[in-house]
């Protein structure tokens, strides 16, 4: 099986919002991309949407389906590139979105410190994490979403959990690249792990 | 100057919203609260009420404008004691709702790690913080609100201040018992101090 | 079984280095003390002794062999109260020494917030942790250790294990008190949890 | 004045200690290094080199004093690039050891958070921190060092001032990028700022 990380970026890769073709020195095309990807470290930012209650504690963990251009079902989160000259809060809202769709008014923590850093290595048992197309570095969120989630893009359903369900072995077997361990520290890191 | 960590709870010390006067072991007296604050650490919650845009980046901190018993303006945040029974989280909101009033709507963080724990001693110069009636130790948090603000209790007004203006020594100088050093530590906690 | 938080405290509740029997107010009596534990939440610091390799990564994790009262054996982390007038640092530090003797060069963190507030009620379910004597509230801390671990009072041995082996549900049934989630909970703050 | 992230890798890029020159899909030619600096946000890490006291209390801070190309002197902290199939916690320890010396003793946090994200943008204002150079997106770590420092490299020496110091507006002035800031929120992560 392929292992990815998800980056959905059908029309290229444009940074400050310009259409791919023109001559912005910051645009990358596929080939240059893919270049890259094998020889420099990749930032990338994931969140993890949850719900939270009125005092703030967590109650439900939303887990993304998706299917893979080969057409398996895969459970992931809110993951994807920064882009040049973006910031790291605004690909986050950026990839909420476009997971999420519109109207799931995600509320972004004002802390600029990720929960953790998951490091994705192509080579299996470097860390707990891997991806066999790049050297990925995640800077992990926990972000509580207060609205109706659509998935768009290649998303095919937001499935809401609870803590216990969420922390389950047969849960991280059906992510992808490590990212039940993700989902564990992210439990973690808002006590809602036993 | 007499300063003091406020701990507003003019009926008493009811644990578990028991009224005063009732045999539930719990309760304390103010001659046996005034007794064991001089033995034992009291613990509090703090919490800086702070407003932030659409993508969760802190634009205004909320400075409360209290006036002692002796008529003295000073500027503090939200800061109450955690009673017996009671969460860490449910303590900060009761505070909170105390203090900002019942429409704030505090959207309080999923993590039950504080940003800092701020240490008063009644003796000046062993920490940052001092409270000259007894040695408390108190987890601070920063609190999004979303609501309005409509002090209650001794609170006479909540100011918004951007973070420049909450950063400054001017500012500092008007809040009792270290409070400026909480919120240059609040401040940076979100990465809005420069 | 009688669930306690430790508080090895043999000749009374000296703060400041006091001797029992002196009339510094900020001593309290056994009788006290259990009054006390009755009325307020109680000031823990809690610490989990790991070593860590020469890049700073935790390799193994100390937990505690321990005889209760009754003879019974339980695991355990580091734990005890905060005294009036003492820093939560020198708190930790002082419990850390008596649990793991003077020679275990305890690298304390530099950082004041604790990787969780762990809350102990006397009612199990209301959190993760339980202790049947009285409420606490635990600040805990992961704490390289660097020398040689000789446990004193009623600590019998210290255990080293690999991240994995402290993550099971095998050693979580033997801690007391839900420590079995905290030392989880310690793993996903260094990363070493998958 | 042209502002820089430092960078100092004279013998070329080699992920995995592999020689310049190579035909590794890794290596990066120093025209290909300029050329990714202008499309993609380039992953650091920096370190804050502090030394503590047997309780874990940061007393003093590291800066380093370096010369720039054009001889100008700047202060500065430890700096550089997280190369393709490098940890985080290797690329940390590399530049510690390139900007320290070999007798430093690093002790790196066991977290693998950093203490804040220190985003870096080739137009001022955009954020704190600001490269005329890139778009770097850096994880900050304190880090407390147990040897000797002696400066290798491009940086001249290693000063060491206490907590009061290295908040002041004057360091802050002769820091590079914003650098004052991070000094700042490095020393109210570890409760030293006042």
């Known amino acids: ?69 080969m057409g398996e079902m895969t ?26 769709g519109p109207m799931a008014f995600p509320l972004l923590p004002p802390q600029p410190s990720p929960f953790t850093v998951a490091e994705y290595f192509p080579i299996p048992g470097v860390s707990a994490f891997h991806d066999d197309r790049q050297h990925a570095v995640s800077l992990a969120f926990v972000v509580p979403v207060s609205g109706t989630c659509e998935p768009r893009q290649d998303a095919l359903e937001v499935t809401w959990m609870t803590p216990e369900e969420a922390a389950t072995d047969a849960l991280a077997d059906e992510m992808e690249g490590g990212r039940g361990t993700l989902i564990r520290l992210a439990l973690a890191s808002v006590g809602a792990l036993r």
């Open 75 to 100: 459970r992931t989160i809110v993951s994807g590139r920064v882009r040049y000259g973006e910031t790291v809060r605004d690909a986050l809202f950026r990839h909420l979105e476009n997971d999420l």
């Open 1 to 69: 099986m392929s292992v990815r990380t998800p980056d959905p970026e059908p029309t290229g890769d444009e940074p400050f919002g310009q259409s791919a073709g023109s001559s912005n020195p910051g645009w990358l095309s596929e080939v240059e991309l893919a270049e890259a990807r094998r020889r420099m470290p990749m930032l990338y930012v994931e969140g993890v949407p949850v719900r939270v209650d009125g005092m703030g504690q967590v109650t439900e963990i939303g887990i993304l389906l998706r299917a893979t251009p």
